[in-house]
């Protein structure tokens, strides 16, 4: 179901932002980030804006490269991308035991992806949680074109001030989405208000490792590539969101950083070294041809301005990552499962 065509590309570019705009919006969204002058407080003081104007860019990007589903996944041998991604989503789904006639809430669901597989996985109703417009649009027709559109639906609103009642969910997950989140410790607050007592919370979080050095510019130059590419506030350390989860009331049950065990990289859908028909346009050949079919685009006005300096910054985004795994300094699955106490103190 995922767009998959040049024009589809071109049309989404810029998504509810008008596309005369489109080239402003790019200016904006980069004057948040260190390289054009920017900072980690107004990055993080500004951050309803700046992510919302990142996914407006970049979603269109993301379902033509990617898919449905914007996340990694540890790999196995002789596995396709897709076939991991979709192991990853279920694995998340019975961590939580999800079953029919759970009510559960997915935090940051970006187009749906994740959503409608757990959904179809585990026969529950889902509710997406997403601050964008577009990609709810997006994710509500794409909900509709496989008959979803009856069991899982999709709310508009901030997951630091979520509009639900206290102890109204089953079950919640969060995949590589509250990296976003520009306190930690306030998001993890939020997901903990509106768990039922005895339920889980589990989640992929974006992470620095124990092997990054605050002090080493390489490293920094990294987190900062991955910062600007992916619309990130600052991204926390495996510790720092533990510590955040304990300090919300969570009980721990167990917490590993999952890419430590994946039998192939999971950055190697990133590696311009590397050759997959299942993942083409994600290598240098892909990225050549959309490269140069997006300037094309925007010269003959299909794509609006701006088009390609968006393309640009995704593509620096993805050697960010790149480096970020090779080093070991970067996981884009640290995995916790938490539990919200019965007795609520």
Not at 139 to 157: H, I, M, P, Q, Y
Not at 248 to 264: M, N, Q, Y
Not at 270 to 289: P, V, Y
Request: with cysteine; net charge negative; hydrophobic share 35%.
């Amino acid at each position: 179901m995922a767009k998959s065509g040049a024009l589809d590309l071109a049309t989404g570019i810029g998504g509810k932002i008008q596309k005369t705009e489109v080239e402003s919006a790019v200016d904006q969204y980069e004057k948040y980030h260190s390289d054009f002058g920017g900072d980690e407080e107004a990055r993080k003081t500004n951050y309803s804006d700046m992510v919302n104007k990142y996914y407006d860019l970049a979603t269109s990007f993301y379902e033509f490269g990617w898919g449905e589903s914007f996340h990694f996944a540890p790999r196995w041998k002789g596995e396709s991308l897709r076939e991991s991604i979709k192991r990853h989503e279920h694995f998340l789904a019975l961590q939580l035991c999800l079953r029919r006639g759970m009510k559960v809430l997915d935090v940051g669901c970006g187009i749906g992806g994740p959503l409608r597989e757990i959904a179809r996985f585990s026969s529950v109703s889902i509710t997406g949680l997403n601050n964008n417009e577009y990609q709810i649009t997006r994710g509500t027709e794409l909900n509709r074109l496989v008959g979803l559109d009856g069991s899982c639906s999709f709310v508009k609103a901030d997951f630091m001030r979520m509009p639900f009642p206290d102890n109204n969910f089953d079950a919640i997950y969060a995949i590589e989405a509250t990296c976003h989140a520009p306190d930690a410790l306030g998001c993890y607050k939020e997901i903990f208000r509106v768990l039922k007592p005895g339920q889980c919370f589990a989640a992929y979080e974006w992470c620095m490792t124990e092997h990054y050095n605050p002090k080493n510019e390489s490293h920094k130059k990294v987190k900062a590539e991955i910062e600007i590419g992916d619309g990130l506030p600052d991204i926390r350390s495996t510790n720092q969101c533990l510590d955040a989860l304990k300090q919300a009331g969570f009980e721990v049950i167990w917490e590993k950083d999952l890419a430590i065990d994946s039998p192939l990289p999971w950055y190697l859908p990133l590696d311009t070294r590397h050759f997959s028909l299942s993942s083409f346009r994600l290598t240098t050949l892909g990225r050549l041809i959309t490269r140069t079919m997006v300037k094309t685009l925007e010269f003959v006005g299909l794509a609006p301005q701006g088009s390609v300096r968006v393309s640009s910054f995704l593509e620096k985004a993805a050697e960010g990552l790149l480096e970020g795994g090779r080093k070991e300094i970067f996981t884009p699955m640290y995995f916790f499962l938490v539990r919200k106490p019965v007795l609520d103190s």
